[in-house]
């Protein structure tokens, strides 16, 4: 089977279709990335500032990269 490329350009209904592809991509993973991340890097210190002992916020953040 050929496949032949096209050097057209999109045209604008195509050119719509790539951007709107490209900002649900790019959001999807931002989403991702902060919900990823957030329990690494902030856990620790949320816990410290809502008033909760320093050994529960060493210790919540051991044991959420120990089950990953």
Do not use: C
């Not at 329990?39 to 919540?60: N, W």
Request: hydrophobic fraction near 45%.
């Amino acid at each position: 089977m050929i496949v032949h490329i096209s050097s057209e350009p999109l045209g604008a209904f195509g050119l719509v279709y790539e951007i709107k592809a490209r900002l649900i991509s790019s959001s999807r993973l931002t989403i991702y990335g902060a919900g990823f991340y957030y329990p690494l890097f902030y856990l620790q210190l949320d816990s410290a500032m809502h008033g909760l002992s320093k050994t529960f916020s060493f210790y919540s953040v051991e044991f959420i990269i120990g089950i990953s």
